[in-house]
């Protein structure tokens, strides 16, 4: 039987190119600014990003606590969704290491933040409150479906937080899916921010890391503080090779993964008992729950899923996520539906 995993795209391994990417990598000690491959990768990032500077870091947790102890002081206040990746699954570690205070909005259904929201939430100069400093956005956003934030949101989010002084970040952990579902380039949705996390480790499938990119003063600052984070790696190019080989052929097949998933959810509708909430789902993401009639809980639905070769991830006691990618083709689509039908019947 072969196995599908649609627990997350981080499960993807490397591919053969990336594997021989690795192992032939030219390095260096990047601490020093000496890794070929790593200054190859962050030159990429950024110009991709459309951003000056890019900093090679280990996970996109560490990308986004790096751009957030940049930009804020201690005590300093961050406004984030409360369905953020940042303020649910990051270990509250701008809190722990950085002091810096959460404003939690909610988020809307799309994964945004209202303007009205935004504007509310910032504080006056007074020694009451603390300092606001930053808007933290998500694109697509995780939690609301892998939903997408579009240029004409962000560039309102941008007249704004230009007009109150706020700084930008955007975790785009996969805005490279955002980018491919819009079929716009990624600046297109990086223009406003000040700073943007990316994932090399999920969709893009190389094995390790992520990038921070800004302006080439920030990013100066930003490896002052992955250093501190220790965040500092020495011969890191074996791992920018296969990151410099996923921006270089990964990003354009992503919609392939979109139309999967889309395949995903449609067969999925079909299966009695199971409830997909994203017919169509924005990017990779398809997410379901059990309605009352079904006596199992999700749970015992994920082991059994497990027991026909299709993992599943748990979003909630009744509730799955679905996670297309490069290593989910059409049949495992096929499989992961069948297996659902024989779980639930
Ligand atoms: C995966 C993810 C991250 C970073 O996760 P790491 O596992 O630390 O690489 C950040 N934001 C979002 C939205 C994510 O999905």
């Known amino acids: 039987m072969k196995l599908v995993d649609l627990r997350s795209d981080t499960v993807t ?15 260096g000690d990047d601490v020093m600014g000496e890794d070929p491959t790593v200054n190859r990768l962050e030159a990429l990032a950024a110009e991709k990003m459309g951003k000056e500077a890019g900093l090679f870091v280990a996970s996109g947790t560490m990308g986004n606590l790096v751009a957030v102890l940049t930009h804020c002081n201690r005590g300093d206040e961050m406004i984030l969704g409360n369905l953020s ?23 809307q259904p799309d994964g945004s933040l209202a303007l009205q929201d935004i504007a509310a939430a910032f504080r006056a100069d007074d020694p009451h409150y603390p300092v606001s400093r930053l808007l933290v956005l998500e694109n697509t956003h995780n939690r609301c479906g892998g939903t997408v934030l579009g240029p004409d949101y962000l560039s309102q989010v941008g007249d704004l937080v230009r007009k109150l002084g706020l700084h930008l ?3 785009g952990a996969r805005i490279f899916n955002a980018a491919a579902a819009l079929g716009l380039p990624v600046q297109a949705l990086t223009r406003e921010a000040d700073s943007i996390t990316f994932c090399l480790s999920k969709g893009l499938c190389a094995p390790v890391g992520s990038v921070l990119c800004g302006s080439r003063e920030f990013i100066a600052r930003a490896r002052r503080i992955r250093k501190q984070l220790g965040g500092g790696m020495r ?13 270089e052929t990964m990003t354009g097949r992503l919609v392939e993964d979109h139309r999967r998933a889309c395949q995903l959810a449609q067969g999925l509708r079909e299966v009695p008992g ?60 096929e499989q992961a539906v069948e297996a659902m039908r024989k779980v639930l019947q």
């Open 13 to 27: 391994q490397p591919t053969p190119e990336m594997r021989a990417a690795m192992a032939s990598a030219e390095v």
């Open 85 to 107: 990746h940042t303020f649910l699954f990051e270990a509250g570690g701008s809190a722990a290491l950085g002091g810096v205070h959460a404003y939690v909005l909610p988020n």
């Open 169 to 171: 970040h955007i975790d």
């Open 235 to 247: 011969q890191a190019g074996v791992l920018a090779a296969a990151g410099i080989v996923a921006l």
């Open 274 to 333: 199971l409830i997909v909430e994203n017919p169509v789902p924005a990017t990779n993401m398809v997410f379901a729950h059990l309605s009352d009639a079904v006596p199992l809980d999700g749970g015992t639905v994920v082991q059994r899923m497990a027991a026909e070769g299709v993992k599943i991830g748990l979003a909630g006691e009744r509730r799955f996520r679905m996670v297309t990618h490069y290593w989910v083709d059409d049949e495992g689509v």
